[in-house]
């Protein structure tokens, strides 16, 4: 199989299980604020782990995450969570990492 068709099969499988799983997810633990943020950086996480193990960037897992997860979770107060995480913690540590 080439490394076109395994992505777009990855990029299938990721935005449309993510759906299938987050919504079973919530449907079982409810809609509380911290299961949809874990749900939402488990997503993240994993999706990055597959595009590393298709030998692509791990921005293109997180980014297809992203586009699953925002179906799912919807706009909510969790959105303003994980935008506060990211300029917290990320932003600022993929600056010391470019001054290094």
């Given at each position: 199989m080439g490394k076109l068709a395994a992505l777009g099969l990855y990029a299938a499988l990721v935005l449309v299980g993510v759906g299938i799983v987050g919504k079973a997810y919530f449907r079982r633990t409810g809609n509380d604020e911290s299961n949809q943020f874990l749900f939402v950086l488990l997503v993240v996480f994993l999706a990055s782990v597959?595009?590393?193990?298709?030998?692509?960037?791990?921005?293109?897992?997180?980014?297809?995450?992203?586009?699953?997860?925002?179906?799912?979770?919807?706009?909510?107060?969790?959105?303003?969570?994980?935008?506060?995480?990211?300029?917290?913690?990320?932003?600022?540590?993929?600056?010391?990492?470019?001054?290094?």
């Open positions: 597959g595009a590393q193990l298709l030998e692509t960037d791990k921005i293109v897992g997180a980014f297809l995450a992203g586009l699953a997860v925002n179906d799912v979770v919807g706009h909510s107060p969790v959105e303003e969570k994980v935008e506060l995480w990211a300029v917290r913690y990320l932003f600022r540590f993929s600056s010391l990492i470019l001054v290094c």
